[in-house]
């Protein structure tokens, strides 16, 4: 069994800042893709931003030059820097990994359990 646990979502002024972390625990042989998502109620998931183990990132383009991800990898830990942040960011984030068991063994993907942004314009 694979856990993510999110944290650092909260209510932040338009133009602010916020950090989010993912950490993932559990039976891990390796992470490979991991990644931000957003929802709003009603709406489709969509991807925010994702990094594969060796560093290579992916960004939509409302948040490109804003938001930037990283990762630690002996943590299996992801991260999100969200700057200028503007009120059309409000959403729950959901982090995502594709995490193996062992070696050579197929990837599963595990979902976090969602934080919710607010930003108040």
């Known amino acids: 069994q694979v856990q993510l646990v999110e944290s650092g979502g909260g209510l932040v002024q338009a133009g602010g800042s916020l950090r989010l972390s993912c950490a993932a625990s559990?039976?891990?042989?390796?992470?490979?893709?991991m990644g931000w998502y957003r929802q709003a109620p009603g709406k489709q998931r969509e991807l925010v931003a994702s990094?594969?183990?060796?560093?290579?990132?992916t960004y939509a383009d409302s948040v490109k030059g804003r938001f930037t991800i990283s990762r630690d990898n002996a943590k299996n830990t992801v991260y999100l820097e969200m700057n200028d942040l503007k009120a059309e960011d409000t959403d729950v984030y959901y982090c995502s990994a594709r995490v193996r068991w062992r070696v050579a063994g197929p990837e599963y993907k595990y979902w976090g359990q969602g934080t919710q942004v607010t930003v108040s314009s």
């Open positions: 559990g039976n891990i042989y390796s992470t490979n893709a």
């Open positions: 990094i594969v183990s060796g560093g290579t990132t």
